[in-house]
């Protein structure tokens, strides 16, 4: 919103054929001219935001984009607002060691948590407690997170914890499109994993990236709704015998509906 107060001098009297006459025409304004934000861009730039998260909370409402420059960020970062973007320089490496995911979008309350996305950059966790690259933490019933985009790159080189997954999903999912290349993952689990409880959680998962040498499957999924994975490619590096490139299964009486390879 911007302010219009105080006294204003307006060269000229209004209604003269005279413009700059030399009079003076007194106004006064104490009204308001509120405009809707747009965007909002917010820079890491190690003075004013330091981390991620500062650049984050300092968001309007409405949401923004966060713009994280070359540089390699030891944080983790959790997304609970709407309509925010992270846009990484391709040089920018999410590199954190604490338990659990690098980047976690959703809270896994009943919010409504929509229009989120990660561009650019890679998420490389280090070490043996970092167990995701990405979370999609769901909603509870009641809530959902829906219409994610996300487009980096998850390595997995560094990472040794045995049940690591590139991207994990569960809880209540709507519209998530993911471009991510999930590699390296050495040892560890799976490059994409959606895990529901009920059929009527999750619907419209799209995995248009790739995953590569992952020692169980390159995509898992469980009781999903339109599950697309298009012009993508999975690949394991174990033995058939315990790994697939991809695995669908309805558990609890359930079923995936409407799956898409191509």
């Known amino acids: 919103s911007l302010l219009l107060g105080g006294t204003w001098a307006i060269p000229g009297t209004i209604g ?4 700059n006459s030399g009079v003076f025409t007194t106004l006064r304004s104490t009204g308001k001219l509120t405009t809707p934000n747009i965007n909002s861009f917010l820079v890491v730039d190690g003075t004013t935001y330091t981390t991620i998260a500062a650049a984050q909370a300092a968001l309007p409402a409405g949401g923004g984009t966060v713009i994280i420059p070359a540089a390699t960020y030891t944080e983790q970062v959790v997304m609970t607002k709407s309509n925010v973007t992270l846009e990484l320089d391709p040089n920018a490496i999410l590199a954190p060691t604490a338990a659990g995911a690098a980047i976690t979008i959703g809270d896994g309350t009943t919010a409504i948590l929509r229009n989120v996305k ?3 950059g890679q998420i490389k966790p280090s070490g043996a407690n970092p167990t995701r690259g990405i979370y999609l933490r769901g909603a509870a019933a009641g809530g959902t997170v ?3 985009e996300i487009n980096t790159t998850v390595d997995g080189t560094n990472a040794s914890n045995a049940n690591f997954d590139g991207i994990y999903g569960d809880g ?3 519209n998530i499109t993911i471009g991510t290349h999930c590699y390296s993952m050495n ?3 799976d ?4 895990q529901s409880t009920s059929i009527t959680n999750m619907n419209q998962i799209k995995v248009l990236g790739r995953a590569n ?3 169980r499957y390159g995509v898992y999924g469980t009781l999903i709704t339109a599950f697309h994975f298009i012009g993508a490619e999975s690949a394991t590096s174990a033995s058939p015998n315990t790994a697939r490139a991809l695995r669908f299964e309805g558990i609890n009486g359930g079923s995936v509906v409407s799956a898409t390879l191509r």
Do not use: A, E, M, W
Request: proline letters at 4%.
């Open 16 to 19: 003269s054929g005279t413009p």
């Open 118 to 120: 990660i561009n650019g």
């Open 146 to 148: 829906q219409h994610i």
């Open 172 to 174: 209540v999912l709507d």
């Open 187 to 189: 040892n560890l689990r």
């Open 191 to 194: 490059g994409y994993s959606f």
């Open 213 to 215: 040498n992952n020692s």
